[in-house]
T-cell receptor, first 107, second 119 residues
Framework: DIQMTQSPSSLSASVGGRVTITCRASQDISNSLAWYQHKPGRAPKLLLYAASTLESGVSSKFSGSASGTDYTLIISSLQPEDFATYFC?????????FGQGTKLEIK | EVQLVESGGGLVQPGRSLRLSCAAS????????MHWLRQAPGKGLEWVSG????????DYADSVRGRFTISRDNAKNSLYLDMNSLRPEDTAVYYCARAFPFLEYFQHWGPGTRVNISS
């Protein structure tokens, strides 16, 4: 199975700030990576796919990039509604695997 | 508006069975592959099973293969997960999700249903 190592597991940031979350795949996944936002009790929300393509209707404050097997999610201009858990997912091959998640909290 | 709503969760003893359902609305279910995923307490998300639009391709995680069965009824706009021989480690919130066509990332999710396996 492809392992997705996500870091950090948690971080604190201020409203208006910018954060970076990283996922490293254990092998080449050819940019077959999605990022999701998850709030307690709610359905997870797709943010980006193909490593850097913004899902329709998602704010451009979310951006993604790739370098080899490293994938990065950047969230800028943080607002209170952005504080949630974020996780990555590889869809290159089954079983489709996820990072452990990053809990973003308000500083 | 795309909506997915899971149901059927609850408290079940180890070794027993449970059927989860997912009601889909706002789109033609038979145009999409569908999946079940879960998140155990304090753990990350785990993909459980997926089924193609016509049930021709079905796949399972090793952790549930042989115990869980995914199925769908496109006429009833419904997805199912039959879970047998349940174990405490199956305790989780279970989500159904709609995949993007031909690529298995999940465009839409339900809010989940909680399954608790305990004696």
């Amino acid at each position: 199975d492809i392992q997705m190592t996500q870091s950090p597991s948690s971080l604190s940031a201020s409203v208006g700030g910018r954060v970076t979350i990283t996922c490293r795949a254990s092998q080449d996944i050819s940019n077959s990576l999605a990022w999701y936002q998850h709030k307690p009790g709610r359905a997870p929300k797709l943010l980006l796919y193909a490593a850097s393509t913004l899902e329709s209707g998602v704010s451009s404050k979310f951006s993604g990039s790739a370098s080899g097997t490293d994938y990065t999610l950047i969230i800028s201009s943080l607002q209170p509604e952005d504080f949630a858990t974020y996780f990555c997912q590889q869809y290159y091959t089954s079983p489709y695997t996820f990072g452990q998640g990053t809990k973003l909290e308000i500083k | 508006e795309v909506q997915l709503v899971e149901s059927g969760g609850g408290l079940v003893q180890p070794g027993r069975s449970l059927r989860l359902s997912c009601a889909a609305s706002g789109f033609n279910l038979d145009d999409y592959a569908m999946h079940w995923l879960r998140q155990a307490p304090g753990k990350g998300l785990e993909w459980v099973s997926g089924i193609s639009w016509n049930s021709g391709k079905i796949d399972y995680a090793d952790s549930v293969r042989g115990r869980f069965t995914i199925s769908r009824d496109n006429a009833k706009n419904s997805l199912y997960l039959d879970m047998n021989s349940l174990r405490p480690e199956d305790t989780a919130v279970y989500y159904c999700a709609r995949a993007f066509p031909f690529l298995e990332y999940f465009q839409h999710w339900g809010p989940g249903t909680r399954v608790n396996i305990s004696s």
